[in-house]
């Protein structure tokens, strides 16, 4: 008969607190939505705040204040994704509408992607016809993932994607993860391939994409052909433990990077890949990897 | 339930993952998440449980109130689930968006606990066609990241082995007016024959157990089935559109039995340990 495995359930009581870097004697101050912050007139109203009938200076957001000055701000505790143009974005189609797909990208309003934005297959300078509006949903459908940059942003906040350059494009086989988009700082290059064999997008908005091969880079089609075919084991155990890790940094806060995502991945081998999703162990790999990268 | 939608490379990647009994998490099919749970949490209830398994988080509280029994079942108290699916859970839920879904677990409850084998309603009679204690179970759904029916099950049952009954000292009949006596005193439930629920999850050509909310989208049909600690089986249900061969059903069954009465034992050593920390215990709750 088959062995099955153990089932581990823990008590609340010895709960892990996975919170690894904290000031144990300061308390931050958290200010809650509609809170007074200040009634004194010298003040310059920043993100987060305003000003009501009585002239007192108010949080619209739960967070923590910070002041320049004279300028005062409250950073949200939690935020969605604030799109920054040029930023490279992992997001999910929508919905297909007239010339434009409509992207969820994690910010407060859906994105879009227009028709005259993406590459077509047959190279840059083709022309969009009234068929190719027609077989939009060819290229890309609901719930495919997209790899893309932010074009432009509008005046209510929403972004204007776009996949003009061949490294951008549709996603074929994978794992995509949800973080904190705050986890996530604007570098140079969003796109690595990972010694292990797999490549990774983290993208700015909080999605990371965890891609199960290197082959991807045959874009000539306009990069909307998906490979799917099955993938090898060994592969598949990369992405696993990519997954893995990436989840446990950013449960413990630790900022995503190429170096700490690498750092993590070689610091949890010497264990097994569902191991991994036990709080003693993830804290051990978020240490270690924390050490190596105070180290650098 | 909350449609979350994947790509068809996604889909297939999860898809030949299950069929190389390797899964995204790196778990096998047929492995359970770890999961976490706290009891006696709320000092307003009688019982109360919560439970966290993945992303999962449920809420369980309990009530004991004194009614009158069924006129067609005047030696039986009563039992009474009721779900909610918090908003705070996804977005779908909204307005009347979690209905059906509440309905469909709280229905799958009341089939696994229907049964005299399971629960008996007789013990919670007081005095025949006058007085019964009946039982309110309230689910709350707080956030749900997948294999809900099992997590509920746990969460019910851990709720209801921490519920304590006030003890009754006397029970006459006055007058033919019932009249009755409560002490300061508590008493347990025998939680002894109460059931779990598992959740088989049929994706390709294979059957697993605990899926995420990934895995729970690739999976055409699902069975639910709610197994008691004496390796009986109180109830099946059926989820989903997809079939199910007759063979398949059979070895899900099997495998169900096995890993139930294994969750089974594990839930109650682990309840019985928290037990002995007794009421100086620190209770954890949501602030942290």
Redesign the interface.
């Known amino acids: 008969m088959e062995e099955y495995p153990p089932i581990i359930v823990r008590l609340a009581i010895n709960r892990i607190d996975l919170n690894l870097i904290k000031n144990e004697n300061v308390q931050p101050r958290i200010y809650t939505p509609g809170e007074e912050i200040s009634s004194q007139p010298d003040f310059l109203r920043g993100h987060g705040t305003y000003v009501d009938d009585e002239n007192t200076l108010r949080a619209s957001v739960a967070g923590v204040l910070e002041k320049v000055n004279k300028l005062i701000s409250i950073r949200p505790l939690k935020a969605r994704y604030q799109g920054e143009i040029g930023d490279v974005i992992v997001g999910r189609i929508t919905e297909v509408q007239q010339k434009r797909w409509k992207v969820d990208t994690n910010s407060k309003l859906d994105s879009v992607l227009l028709l005259s934005s993406v590459n077509l297959p047959g190279g840059e300078l083709r022309r969009r016809s009234a068929e190719d509006e027609q077989t939009m949903r060819r290229y890309l459908q609901e719930g495919d993932l997209i790899c893309a940059e932010v074009q432009s942003t509008f005046v209510d906040g929403s972004l204007s994607l776009h996949t003009r350059v061949l490294k951008y494009g549709k996603l074929s086989q994978g794992i995509m993860l949800k973080v904190s988009p705050a986890l996530i700082k604007r570098k140079k290059t969003h796109f690595h391939n990972l010694e292990s064999g797999a490549s990774l997008i983290l993208g700015n908005n909080g999605y990371i994409w965890i891609g199960a091969n290197k082959q991807d880079s045959d874009r000539s089609e306009g990069g909307f052909t998906q490979d799917l075919s099955r993938i090898p084991q060994i592969n598949r155990e990369v992405c696993a433990r990519l997954r893995n890790c990436i989840l446990i940094l950013a449960q413990c806060n630790i900022q995503l990077t190429d170096t700490s995502v690498t750092y993590a991945y070689e610091e949890s081998m010497k264990y097994k890949i569902n191991e991994l999703l036990e709080p003693e162990i993830m804290i051990d790999v978020s240490l270690l990897t924390h050490q190596r990268l105070i180290q650098q | 339930m909350a449609e979350t939608?994947?790509?068809?490379?996604?889909k297939?990647?999860i898809l030949?993952?299950i069929d190389?009994d390797?899964?995204?998490?790196?778990?096998?099919r047929?492995?359970?998440?770890?999961?976490?749970?706290?009891t006696k949490?709320m000092p307003q209830t009688h019982g109360s449980a919560?439970l966290h398994i993945g992303n999962t988080d449920i809420l369980v509280g309990i009530k004991v109130e004194l009614d009158i029994p069924h006129a067609d079942k005047p030696n039986e108290g009563k039992l009474e689930f009721f779900v909610d699916c918090s908003a705070t859970a996804t977005p779908a839920f909204e307005g009347k968006g979690g209905d059906d879904l509440a309905t469909e677990i709280s229905n799958v409850l009341i089939a696994a606990y229907q049964t005299r084998n399971a629960f008996d309603l007789k013990t919670l009679c007081i005095l025949p066609h006058k007085k019964c204690w009946k039982i309110y179970v309230d689910v709350l759904i707080l956030q749900c990241g997948g294999n809900l029916f099992d997590a509920v099950g746990i969460a019910v049952k851990a709720a209801l082995n921490s519920t304590e009954i006030p003890k009754i000292t006397a029970a006459t009949l006055d007058g033919g007016e019932p009249d009755i006596e409560l002490s300061d005193d508590c008493i347990q439930l025998d939680t002894s024959n109460y059931p779990i629920i598992i959740t088989l999850c049929k994706i390709g050509d294979n059957y697993i157990v605990d899926p995420t909310l990934e895995e729970e989208v690739c999976s055409t049909s699902s069975i639910v089935m709610s197994v008691l600690p004496n390796g009986k089986i109180s109830s099946v249900v059926k989820l989903g559109c997809g079939s199910i061969q007759f063979n398949t059903f059979t070895k899900m069954l099997q495998?169900g039995e096995?890993?139930g009465l294994?969750?089974n034992k594990?839930?109650m050593?682990?309840l019985k340990?928290?037990n002995q920390?007794g009421r100086q215990?620190?209770i954890?709750g949501f602030l942290?």
């Not at chain 2, 390797?22 to 778990?27: A, K, L, M, S, V």
């Open positions: 939608v994947l790509s068809s490379g996604e297939i990647f030949h993952g190389a390797f899964r995204n998490d790196g778990r096998r047929c492995e359970y998440r770890s999961m976490e749970i706290e949490l919560r495998m096995i890993i294994k969750l594990t839930l050593d682990v340990e928290e920390f215990r620190r954890f942290k």
